[in-house]
């Protein structure tokens, strides 16, 4: 049977679109806000680690986060999940220099390699669907500009080294800065968090600084295929 979901949920056209290509390498995704002749190209899809989520129950938010995260309302099976990122390049020019213009447009937690039939919403357990603003389920990025998924469970004791970072860093005054007890992948621009003692994986990613959307991309019969939270992209969308 066909998966019948809230048609509030469902992403509207230019939101669809995007979450579609976003992970196809060569497409366009738009053209950049400050030059309408260069396009906005998917150069590369890249696993970045695989994380693990023994729940099957997901907290989206950002790692700096000071309450209790925002859990999901939607379930996963629980197990180890592949992450990857949607890489885009847009030339430009600056200062006489030329720069490939690569960010990060989106990161996806690849639940199944099932097609996606609808994008929905990632609204959380705590979330009224009566809400107007529904359909931009997400969540703060607070200054840090950065998000995290991870085992709802587990988050917590994930988010603790961000926290315990952020609370040495403002009592360290000149001295420099602590390290944070995380991994690094992809030259900086992911971070690693991992708990032995309840199994699981925080995977910490660049967003847009103030407010992040998260999305679930949804099977035929209903089931998660992917969650993507799109990066930070100086992109205008193609008329």
């Known amino acids: 049977m066909a998966w019948v979901g809230n048609a509030r949920l469902k992403a509207g056209p230019e939101n669809a679109g995007f979450l579609d290509l976003v992970f196809v390498p060569g497409?366009?995704?738009?053209v950049r806000a400050d030059d309408p002749l260069t396009f906005v190209e998917v150069v590369e899809v890249e696993e970045v680690t695989t994380?693990?989520?023994?729940?099957?129950?997901?907290?989206?938010?950002?790692?700096?986060?000071?309450?209790?995260?925002?859990?999901i309302a939607a379930r996963i099976p629980p197990g180890t999940y592949r992450v990857e990122v949607a890489w885009t390049e847009a030339p430009y020019e600056f200062g006489g220099?030329?720069?490939?213009?690569?960010?990060?447009?989106a990161t996806r937690l690849r639940v199944s390699e099932d097609p996606?039939?609808?994008w929905e919403a990632g609204v959380g357990v705590n979330d009224d669907?009566?809400?107007?603003?529904?359909?931009?389920?997400?969540?703060?990025s607070d200054n840090e500009a950065m998000g995290?998924?991870?085992?709802?469970?587990?988050?917590?004791?994930?988010?603790?080294?961000?926290?315990?970072?952020?609370?040495?860093?403002?009592?360290?005054?000149?001295?420099?800065?602590p390290d944070r007890d995380t991994e690094d992948l992809c030259g900086g621009w992911f971070e690693k968090s991992s708990n032995e003692g309840f199994k699981a994986d925080l995977i910490a990613f660049d967003v847009a600084e103030g407010w992040a959307p998260v999305w679930i991309g949804r099977t035929q019969s209903g089931t998660v295929a992917s969650i993507i939270v799109p990066g930070q992209m100086a992109t205008s969308p193609l008329a």
């Open 97 to 105: 220099e030329y720069f490939d213009g690569r960010e990060c447009a």
């Open 51 to 71: 994380i693990r989520v023994p729940s099957g129950r997901l907290i989206v938010d950002s790692p700096w986060s000071e309450d209790h995260g925002r859990e």
């Open 129 to 140: 669907i009566g809400d107007a603003d529904v359909a931009a389920a997400g969540f703060h």
């Open 27 to 30: 497409a366009h995704l738009g």
């Open 148 to 177: 995290g998924i991870a085992d709802a469970v587990a988050w917590e004791a994930l988010t603790a080294p961000f926290h315990r970072f952020r609370q040495a860093t403002a009592s360290c005054g000149t001295t420099p800065a």
């Open 116 to 118: 996606v039939v609808v």
